[in-house]
């Protein structure tokens, strides 16, 4: 049995996170693929076994974990929504607050009135099952809408918007369910009700604010060791969230959002390594609870759904939502497009799974007739608003102008010469570039060649929360302090990925202790070993230039390489597509017919012959 309990568990794991490399390699929305995975390893194996394919159906959560499975999911949607609260900017709320405010109070009343109408007329539900059920299709989530944003990157305003939106809400529409919940079975008791919204809404501050003043105090004063802060940060989020709901039932998810609010927003003490280790914790736990969520399933819940139930998510997609955005935007300073981006993300997740299937035990408990069918609904509008969402957004996004596709843009550090040479390479390929930098003249030479260009230090956090870099996706540091480029290259690893960021080779200090930055603390070369600052500007002042060389049936790859020699350094590989790749010491260039590169090449030889002399063959293949 141990080993039996140990395998599903095991499978959670590899099969979310699998999951998760697998969208990633095919460019498609994770929560999609985890929710198919997921339905595949319940739902999917449970029609196997009757079908004798299998001896038993594979994943059954519900079995699995037993009383534990809604604790644990509870937990986990804390953990997610306290990280989500560390990546909140107060910032961010200048210019769309007005907007996000309205969408949590307004937009979620309008939500909940359609849903709920559509939950009595449609579905067929009794009146105090379908306000119910509307107030629990009230959230979105940042389990669903982080993932899409991180896929999508868009541009401009709604990004911070859904953002605060999915967190926000989250803690919002579970109390307003846990307010109809109540009123239901005190007998449409309004009042006491709302009194009990108002105590959770105070003592969920009271908690969040003391626990985080708490982690603040630790943090300042050193109370603790380095390695002990994640650690610490764990236990006190789960300690705040027990504490409040303790207090007052289903206030923690409230609590923890406050917490995380507070201390992503606090200067007083260093918090950068703990948002790191909760970004990789919420990795891991939606891929798991997307699993759970698809194969906790039942098919008799499958087979219960049908034409009205496509209709009901047809109504939330196509009415509720778009009528919600278009109230709450109206006078604001977003665009139509920004507003038809809005309209079309509001996929639900696991909160409302979560939600709806504490009040189902309740209410099943209660015998209040219909109680059955709030579950398999919930989990149908989740199924059908994620797999909408996912496969929409990108595609709207880019329509509406608000997506670069593969986030193509490249963040330059530094403006001198060599970065301003590479950077009107680059922009000549139709990709943006944003120099940064903190020399008057270079920014000023930047801007007259007519390049964008920012006035600030890259290591300062006004890069990172103020400059526009959703259609930004590496990062190329070509300051002369190869101490620099090592930090900026450290410090974008974690917003672009490492495989992502570049600088140039800092060759060494000289003397006989050959000083070099160590490998783990830098980025990845670009071009070669050779191309350190010094001589990367030694080549531009003997007139080498950067230029781009397409390969043709008369002039091959290794022609150029015959043409120019060992003075070559190829610093980008565009494909067929025009897709560009980094090129660094490691990769091996063989580049086909249709494809070219850009490189370092000098004057006398930038431009191959279009058409070489009758005389001259390609080499053989």
């Known amino acids: ?81 306290f990280e989500g609260g560390l990546t909140l900017n107060l910032a961010e709320l200048k210019h769309g607050g007005g907007v996000i405010w309205r969408l949590v109070s307004v937009g979620a009343i309008i939500t ?22 509307g107030a629990i299709l009230v959230v979105t989530g940042p389990t669903v809408i982080g993932p899409l944003l991180r896929d999508v990157r868009p541009t401009g305003q709604v990004g911070p918007v859904l953002k605060w939106e999915g967190i926000v809400i989250d803690p919002i529409g579970a109390l307003l369910a846990v307010v109809v919940f109540e009123a239901i079975i005190g007998g449409l008791q309004v009042w006491p009700a709302v009194g009990s919204v108002v105590r959770t809404l105070l003592l969920s501050t009271v908690v969040g604010v003391a626990f985080a003043g708490l982690m603040i ?9 380095d390695f002990l802060h994640n650690a610490l940060s764990l236990m006190l989020v789960i300690a705040a969230f027990s504490v409040s709901n303790l207090l007052q039932h289903e206030s923690g998810l409230f609590a923890v959002t406050v917490m995380g609010l507070i201390l992503g927003n606090q200067r007083l003490a260093h918090v950068r390594h703990i948002v790191e280790f909760k970004e990789s914790l919420t990795v891991l736990l939606i891929s798991a609870l997307f699993i759970i969520l698809g194969s906790r399933l039942e098919l008799s819940q499958l087979a219960a759904l049908n034409w009205r139930s496509a209709l009901f998510i047809i109504l939330l997609i196509v009415v509720a939502r778009p009528l919600a955005v278009a109230a709450c935007a109206w006078g604001s300073e977003l665009t ?35 109680a059955e069918h709030l579950v398999p609904l919930t989990f149908a509008v989740i199924i059908g608003t994620v ?10 996004a880019r329509r509406m102008g608000l997506s670069t596709p593969g986030a193509g843009g490249f963040l330059i550090v530094g403006a001198d010469a060599g970065a301003r040479a590479l950077a009107e390479a680059l922009k000549k390929e139709n990709r943006q570039v944003l120099l940064v930098d903190t020399n008057p003249a270079n920014i000023q030479a930047a801007r007259l060649a007519g390049l964008s260009v920012q006035n600030a230090s890259i290591l300062s956090q006004y890069v990172l929360e103020m400059v526009e870099l959703s259609a930004i996706g590496r990062l190329l540091a070509l300051t002369p302090n190869a101490e620099l480029n090592s930090l900026a290259a450290m410090q974008f690893s974690r917003l672009f990925g490492r ?27 670009l071009g070669d070993a050779r191309l350190t600052h010094d001589y990367l500007l030694d080549r531009l002042e ?16 290794a022609q150029f390489q015959q043409l120019h020699g060992q003075d070559a350094i190829p ?13 660094t010491p490691s990769t091996t260039l063989a580049p086909k017919i249709g494809q070219g590169i850009l490189s370092l090449v000098n004057p006398a030889v930038a431009v191959p012959p279009k058409e070489p002399p009758k005389s001259v063959k390609p080499p053989a293949a």
């Open 1 to 81: 049995m141990s080993e039996h309990v140990l395998v599903r568990l095991a499978a959670i794991l590899v099969l979310g996170i699998a999951t998760q490399w697998i969208a990633w390699r095919v460019r498609l929305p994770a929560i999609l693929l985890l929710l198919i995975v997921g339905c595949l390893a319940g739902p999917g194996t449970q029609l196997a076994a009757q079908l004798g394919w299998m001896h038993e159906r594979f994943l059954n959560p519900n079995a699995l974990f037993g009383d534990l499975l809604l604790p644990a999911v509870s937990l986990s949607v804390a953990l997610i929504l």
């Open 336 to 370: 139509l497009r920004e507003r038809l981006f809005l309209a079309g993300m509001a996929p639900r997740g696991i909160v409302a799974a979560a939600v709806s299937s504490v009040f189902a035990l309740r209410l099943r408990a209660m015998h209040i007739p219909g």
């Open 499 to 525: 495989s992502r960021v570049f600088q140039l080779s800092p060759g060494d200090a000289g003397g006989a202790r050959k000083e070099k930055v160590a490998v783990e603390l830098r980025g990845r070369i």
């Open 542 to 557: 003997g007139k080498a230039t950067i230029k781009k060389t397409t390969f043709t049936k008369e002039f091959s790859f």
């Open 571 to 583: 610093l980008f590989w565009i494909n067929e597509a025009g897709e560009l790749s980094t090129i």
């Open 112 to 133: 909940w009135v359609i849903s709920a109408v559509g939950g009595h007329y449609i579905l067929h539900l009794d009146w105090s099952l379908a306000i119910l059920l």
């Open 387 to 396: 797999t909408f969402y996912g496969l929409t957004a990108g595609w709207l």
């Open 217 to 225: 105090l630790m943090l300042r004063r050193m109370w603790a060791p």
